[in-house]
């Protein structure tokens, strides 16, 4: 195709555009990539920052929760007048077990809600109906606590009394309340007040909702209405347990989500990073091949400026092509990302819209960026003198130098010759080898962290589980004697040991009695084989030792400098409040909001009165899979039951393992996808190398066919070139791995955790990421080795 109504220097770009498609693809790609990634990040960003917080403050969410213990219409009414206060409403909540046929129970929680569904945080829909009718339920679902009912589904529950009912499932429904990051959490089962009426229960309450007046987002106000409020429980003669308190307009997952996001959009920063080493690349390629071109072009009196401008017109052509590409599918894609995610926490967006930030910011980075790599090559390819470009013989023309290689050629006589060319060929030029080692080693690097990234953050939740149960957790209605538990589960086929914890929720209170933070209290036994608390400071309880915590670092919230030693003011439900001492703090979590603390068993048995005796036990197994685990804690079910113990639940360690792994598994998947993204980059940048390093041996493959190379040999030279250099990736990716596995870890521990995660090294990342270099070496080769094997001698000859 020659235009004739354009200048000769732009048909010249033209034709540089569509005579060589491959290039012109390669490039496109390696611009579109990196827009593509930045746009979609961003645009998944600012769609949740705007939306997730409104869906939100959309079902009226409570500002304060109290609970407390059983309640009337009475004094709902009451709170609904005190000053500040815009509604209030009571629920009922207590825990259930609930199973579908002869499936293993479920730790569930029955709300009661009004019959009209309340004013307060409402309920969204996802299947079915979001209102049940009477001896009806719903079930809420998100990504941490997936109850596997469906609609339709007739479930049995069990009330804390023993009495069990069988109510249909007529929806699914998402809880925003609910949707937050708590390992002590389960899902909730909705129903009507006549419902818990027809069970024979009271239409009492044990939880208040109370939303502030305005729009809830005036923490100072929120805090003084809790206080009135507080204050008004307590003077009608009831304890308040704790208070929960939140604004409208900020949905609980908020921060984890955006800084889930904003490590995304690292990701993507470094895929743009490459794409760029990848345009450097092609261009200097590009202009190499050309300089004899620049030098009659300048011969007939072209200058250095309109060269200049012709390959930059050319760069921003490229530009243009990559960005009508990639900003209509990454608004797409940003979308279905923000949907996706805001799907996990039942969030609802407004809907599908293009975000004019991430449009700018694309087309800035689209036009700048190649520009700014393109520049330099661009200028000295400009620059090039007449004399220069004239005499010089080619890109393939090189003075011969004395290598190793050929200086000791005999020492390789058992290597074929095509096979010495290509090892030849890899390192004959080294800027570009350079950029291609650079562009395919951080992408390797990338994907084998994420493998780090998922094994490190599973060894923490692992580290995690043990201060939450053990491999069976049972928990009685009341008080048993932990000899007497003992005894009986020892009885129980493939149980190894048996603990018995005490523990409460405390709250933590100033010298005015004002409430400082909510505590969990744990009390496990002193010879307990199910903690290996990592101390940052202090020591663990000693035999005997009384009022004596160890603390959780979260205590750093409320408490910056707090060491061991130093002494608290605890008040412990329906006791007076005493000071207990610090004696040691370990490393936690700090997503998980409330301090963790652990007492001495013994001692605090006797704080709560119930010496000797517990209502959780911690069951320790002989075999540790899930599948033996949930076996046995049926059978532990039973075995209690038909000696008549009171149990209120029993739990096997993996349900919890394997809600908490598909989160983790979600997280993962994002991340694999930037490192997807980066391995596509990379295989680019492989594609264009070998391409060009196809052209620039034209010649030398014409001589290899005149001696009688076949087409088979001429493509394994040329493929196991692009091996060598994937082989060559790989071995650099496993070191550089470890700074960024480092480096993402850092970002996920601080912004989500609020700690440090440790680093895990798996060698999983690594041999699936040789393979996938193996197979993307392979790949990238096979299309400029088959344009070598077709090339006749007379195009060889031909060929300038």
Same mark, same amino acid.
């Given at each position: 195709?020659?235009?004739?109504?354009?200048?000769?220097?732009?048909?010249?770009?033209?034709?540089?555009?569509?005579?060589?498609?491959?290039?012109?693809?390669l490039?496109?790609?390696?611009?579109?990539v990196?827009?593509?990634?930045?746009?979609?990040?961003?645009?998944?960003?600012?769609?949740?920052?705007?939306?997730?917080?409104?869906?939100?403050?959309?079902?009226?969410?409570?500002?304060?929760?109290?609970?407390?213990?059983?309640?009337?219409?009475?004094?709902?009414?009451?709170?609904?007048?005190?000053?500040?206060v815009?509604?209030?409403?009571?629920?009922?909540?207590?825990?259930?077990r609930?199973?579908?046929g002869?499936?293993?129970?479920?730790?569930?929680?029955?709300?009661?809600?009004?019959?009209?569904?309340?004013?307060?945080?409402?309920?969204?829909?996802?299947?079915?109906t979001?209102f049940?009718?009477?001896?009806?339920?719903v079930?809420?679902q998100?990504?941490?606590?997936?109850?596997?009912?469906?609609?339709g589904?007739?479930?049995?529950?069990?009330?804390?009394?023993?009495?069990?009912?069988?109510?249909?499932?007529?929806?699914?429904?998402?809880?925003?309340?609910?949707?937050?990051?708590?390992?002590?959490?389960?899902?909730?089962?909705?129903?009507?007040?006549?419902?818990?009426?027809?069970?024979?229960?009271?239409?009492?309450?044990?939880q208040?909702?109370?939303?502030?007046?305005?729009?809830?987002?005036?923490?100072?106000?929120?805090?003084?209405?809790?206080?009135?409020?507080?204050?008004?429980?307590?003077?009608?003669?009831?304890?308040?347990?704790?208070?929960?308190?939140?604004?409208s307009?900020?949905?609980?997952?908020?921060?984890t989500?955006?800084?889930?996001?904003?490590?995304?959009?690292?990701?993507?920063?470094l895929?743009?990073?490459?794409?760029?080493?990848?345009?450097?690349?092609?261009?200097?390629?590009?202009?190499?091949?050309q300089?004899?071109?620049?030098?009659?072009?300048?011969?007939?009196?072209?200058?250095?400026?309109?060269?200049?401008?012709?390959?930059?017109?050319?760069?921003?052509?490229?530009?243009?092509?990559?960005?009508?590409l =990639?900003?209509?599918?990454?608004?797409?894609?940003?979308?279905?990302?923000?949907?996706?995610?805001?799907?996990?926490?039942?969030?609802?967006?407004?809907?599908?819209?293009?975000?004019?930030?991430?449009?700018?910011?694309?087309?800035?980075?689209?036009?700048?960026?190649?520009?700014?790599?393109?520049?330099?090559?661009v200028?000295?390819?400009?620059?090039?003198?007449?004399?220069?470009?004239?005499s010089?013989?080619?890109?393939?023309?090189?003075?011969?130098?004395?290598?190793?290689?050929?200086?000791?050629?005999?020492?390789f006589?058992?290597?074929?010759?095509?096979?010495?060319?290509?090892?030849?060929?890899?390192?004959?030029?080294?800027?570009?080898?350079?950029?291609?080692?650079?562009?395919?080693?951080?992408?390797?690097?990338?994907?084998?962290?994420?493998?780090?990234?998922?094994?490190?953050?599973?060894?923490?939740?692992?580290?995690?589980?043990q201060?939450?149960?053990?491999?069976?957790?049972?928990?009685?209605?009341?008080?048993?004697?932990?000899?007497?538990?003992?005894?009986?589960?020892?009885?129980?086929?493939?149980?190894?040991?048996?603990?018995?914890?005490?523990?409460?929720?405390?709250?933590?209170?100033?010298?005015?009695?004002?409430?400082?933070?909510?505590?969990?209290?744990?009390a496990?036994?002193?010879?307990?084989?199910?903690?290996?608390?990592?101390?940052?400071?202090?020591?663990?309880?000693?035999?005997?030792?009384?009022?004596?915590?160890?603390?959780?670092?979260?205590?750093?919230?409320?408490?910056?400098?707090?060491?061991?030693?130093?002494?608290?003011?605890?008040?412990?439900?329906?006791?007076?409040?005493?000071?207990?001492?610090?004696?040691?703090?370990?490393?936690?979590?700090g997503?998980?909001?409330?301090?963790?603390?652990?007492?001495?068993?013994?001692?605090?048995?006797?704080?709560?009165?119930?010496?000797?005796?517990?209502?959780?036990?911690?069951?320790?197994?002989?075999?540790?899979?899930?599948?033996?685990?949930?076996?046995?804690?049926?059978?532990?079910?039973?075995?209690?039951?038909?000696?008549n113990?009171?149990?209120?639940?029993?739990?096997a360690g993996?349900?919890?393992?394997?809600?908490i792994?598909?989160?983790?598994?979600?997280?993962?998947?994002?991340?694999?996808?930037?490192?997807?993204?980066?391995?596509?980059?990379?295989?680019?940048?492989?594609?264009?190398?070998?391409?060009?390093?196809?052209?620039?041996?034209?010649?030398?493959?014409?001589?290899?066919?005149?001696?009688?190379?076949?087409?088979?040999?001429?493509?394994?030279?040329?493929?196991?070139?692009?091996?060598?250099?994937?082989?060559?990736?790989?071995?650099?990716?496993i070191?550089?791995?470890?700074?960024i596995?480092?480096?993402?870890?850092?970002?996920i521990?601080?912004?989500?955790?609020?700690?440090?995660?440790?680093?895990?090294?798996?060698?999983l990342?690594?041999?699936?990421?040789?393979?996938?270099?193996?197979?993307?070496?392979?790949?990238a080769?096979?299309?400029? =080795?088959?344009?070598?094997?077709?090339l006749?001698?007379?195009e060889?000859?031909?060929?300038?």
């Amino acid at each position: 195709m020659r235009p004739g109504f354009l200048k000769p220097r732009w048909a010249k770009v033209f034709f540089d555009l569509w005579n060589d498609r491959t290039r012109t693809g390669l490039v496109v790609a390696s611009i579109a990539v990196g827009v593509f990634a930045i746009g979609m990040i961003i645009s998944a960003y600012v769609i949740l920052e705007q939306d997730i917080d409104r869906s939100y403050a959309a079902i009226n969410p409570p500002n304060i929760i109290v609970f407390t213990g059983t309640f009337d219409k009475d004094l709902v009414d009451v709170v609904s007048k005190l000053p500040g206060v815009r509604e209030a409403e009571g629920r009922y909540v207590m825990p259930i077990r609930a199973r579908r046929g002869t499936e293993s129970w479920q730790n569930l929680k029955l709300v009661a809600i009004p019959d009209s569904g309340g004013r307060i945080s409402h309920l969204a829909p996802i299947v079915g109906t979001q209102f049940p009718a009477k001896d009806q339920l719903v079930v809420s679902q998100w990504i941490l606590h997936i109850t596997g009912y469906h609609t339709g589904d007739t479930i049995q529950i069990e009330l804390p009394d023993g009495s069990k009912h069988e109510l249909p499932v007529v929806g699914l429904v998402a809880d925003q309340t609910t949707a937050r990051i708590d390992l002590s959490a389960t899902n909730n089962v909705y129903v009507t007040s006549k419902t818990l009426q027809s069970f024979g229960m009271d239409n009492d309450f044990n939880q208040l909702y109370v939303t502030a007046q305005g729009a809830g987002n005036d923490s100072g106000l929120i805090a003084t209405i809790a206080d009135s409020v507080k204050k008004k429980v307590e003077d009608s003669g009831r304890e308040v347990y704790s208070i929960d308190q939140h604004p409208s307009g900020e949905h609980p997952m908020t921060h984890t989500i955006l800084a889930v996001i904003g490590l995304l959009a690292a990701l993507a920063v470094l895929i743009t990073i490459l794409s760029s080493s990848l345009i450097v690349n092609t261009l200097n390629a590009l202009l190499t091949q050309q300089v004899r071109q620049i030098g009659i072009m300048k011969l007939v009196g072209a200058r250095s400026r309109q060269i200049f401008g012709m390959y930059l017109i050319l760069i921003i052509t490229y530009s243009l092509i990559a960005l009508a590409l =990639a900003v209509p599918l990454a608004a797409i894609a940003g979308y279905g990302l923000a949907w996706g995610i805001a799907s996990l926490v039942g969030a609802v967006l407004q809907g599908f819209r293009p975000i004019p930030a991430a449009m700018v910011i694309q087309v800035l980075v689209g036009i700048l960026i190649p520009v700014g790599a393109g520049y330099f090559p661009v200028h000295n390819g400009a620059r090039t003198s007449v004399m220069h470009a004239i005499s010089d013989h080619g890109p393939e023309s090189r003075a011969y130098r004395a290598t190793p290689a050929r200086s000791n050629a005999s020492g390789f006589a058992w290597i074929s010759r095509p096979i010495l060319l290509s090892f030849r060929n890899t390192f004959r030029k080294w800027g570009r080898l350079l950029l291609t080692i650079f562009t395919l080693t951080v992408a390797g690097a990338v994907f084998i962290a994420v493998f780090n990234v998922r094994d490190s953050v599973r060894n923490m939740v692992d580290q995690l589980m043990q201060h939450f149960m053990g491999d069976v957790t049972v928990n009685f209605d009341r008080p048993y004697r932990v000899t007497e538990i003992q005894q009986n589960l020892l009885q129980v086929a493939g149980v190894k040991g048996v603990e018995g914890w005490s523990g409460t929720a405390a709250q933590i209170q100033d010298s005015s009695d004002n409430v400082v933070a909510n505590l969990a209290i744990s009390a496990p036994p002193q010879d307990t084989r199910l903690l290996h608390p990592k101390f940052l400071a202090g020591r663990w309880l000693l035999p005997g030792e009384k009022k004596a915590l160890v603390m959780s670092d979260t205590i750093y919230n409320y408490y910056p400098s707090l060491k061991p030693g130093d002494k608290l003011i605890i008040k412990l439900p329906g006791e007076r409040k005493e000071t207990w001492e610090v004696v040691g703090i370990f490393r936690f979590v700090g997503m998980l909001g409330d301090p963790l603390a652990y007492a001495n068993f013994d001692d605090f048995a006797n704080q709560m009165h119930a010496h000797n005796e517990a209502t959780s036990y911690r069951v320790i197994t002989q075999a540790h899979d899930p599948a033996s685990q949930r076996e046995l804690a049926q059978r532990i079910d039973r075995y209690l039951n038909d000696r008549n113990f009171s149990v209120q639940s029993e739990q096997a360690g993996y349900v919890l393992q394997s809600s908490i792994a598909q989160g983790i598994n979600i997280l993962v998947i994002f991340l694999l996808v930037m490192a997807v993204l980066t391995a596509i980059v990379g295989s680019i940048g492989l594609t264009g190398t070998m391409s060009i390093n196809v052209l620039e041996r034209t010649r030398e493959i014409g001589v290899m066919r005149t001696i009688g190379a076949v087409d088979g040999r001429i493509m394994q030279s040329v493929v196991v070139e692009g091996l060598v250099i994937g082989i060559i990736t790989w071995i650099l990716a496993i070191g550089v791995s470890f700074p960024i596995s480092q480096l993402l870890l850092t970002i996920i521990g601080e912004s989500i955790s609020g700690s440090a995660i440790p680093l895990s090294f798996t060698p999983l990342g690594i041999l699936i990421w040789l393979g996938m270099v193996i197979v993307l070496s392979v790949l990238a080769s096979i299309m400029p =080795a088959r344009r070598a094997a077709r090339l006749t001698i007379n195009e060889v000859l031909a060929h300038e």
